[in-house]
């Protein structure tokens, strides 16, 4: 038996998340969305990380790889904006955010179900 047979995640080697920690984990991906809204998306994360990171891996895994993301987001949408003074940057800003907004939606509704997900091309400063 593997461990997703046994209700166990892969990744905390944990029980399977609690819908509490589901909805933490969810809000914690949708947290970067509203404080994104005030020019700070990884801030969202970060306090989830900080206030309920330490009651749940699964919550803690969760607001970790959405502020890894947040923060490779931001980097890329302040160098799309940057580029605009090149004429790439008004194609390339609205493609990295459109993108940022279907992955973090997607991550999202993944942590909703109670399954991890990992952001592609993401930098992972936060371990």
Request: hydrophobic share 50%; proline share 5%; charged share 15%.
């Amino acid at each position: 038996m593997d461990q997703q047979e046994s209700g166990q995640s892969f990744l905390t080697g944990s029980p399977a998340p609690t819908q509490d920690e589901k909805t933490w984990g969810m809000l914690a991906h949708l947290s970067a969305l509203i404080a994104g809204l005030f020019g700070f998306p990884f801030l969202g994360p970060l306090i989830v990380w900080l206030t309920k990171g330490k009651e749940s891996k699964w919550v803690e895994a969760h607001s970790k790889e959405a502020l890894n993301f947040s923060i490779t987001a931001t980097v890329a949408i302040w160098v799309s904006a940057i580029l605009m003074l090149c004429i790439v940057g008004f194609v390339l800003l609205p493609v990295v955010g459109i993108a940022a907004l279907v992955l973090t939606i997607m991550a999202a509704l993944k942590a909703n179900n109670g399954e991890m997900y990992r952001y592609p091309a993401t930098v992972r400063l936060v371990k």
